[in-house]
């Protein structure tokens, strides 16, 4: 069984920075597409970076110029790092992963951004 786990959640000021991480069980590169998204109080899932097999990255408008995600194969894991973080990029940030169908979450990792 597939397992994710996120870490690096943390209160901060507004215009700090935080570093995401999301280790996996398995090989990175055995996923199609591991992603990030959040979930504010009240609100519905929002997507925020993806990446790809290939290492193609995308980001979603509220977080681009913001916000970086990379990977390292060798810890198996992914990063999102987070700048001039804003009070509305307070949420729980989840880890999605996906092979083929197969799709996979972590427990997600609380980010609260005080103004």
């Known amino acids: 069984q597939v397992q994710l786990v996120e870490s690096g959640g943390d209160l901060v000021n507004s215009g700090g920075s935080l570093k995401l991480s999301c280790a996996a069980s398995?090989?990175?590169?055995?996923?199609?597409?591991m992603k990030w998204y959040r979930q504010a109080p009240g609100k519905e899932s929002e997507f925020v970076a993806s990446i790809n097999v290939v290492g193609k990255i995308q980001y979603a408008d509220s977080v681009k110029g913001r916000v970086t995600m990379s990977r390292d194969g060798s810890k198996k894991t992914i990063y999102l790092e987070m700048n001039s973080l804003k009070p509305e990029d307070t949420a729980v940030y989840y880890c999605y992963a996906n092979i083929l169908s197969r799709k996979y979450w972590g427990q997600g990792t609380q980010v609260t951004v005080s103004s």
């Open positions: 398995e090989n990175i590169f055995n996923f199609n597409t």
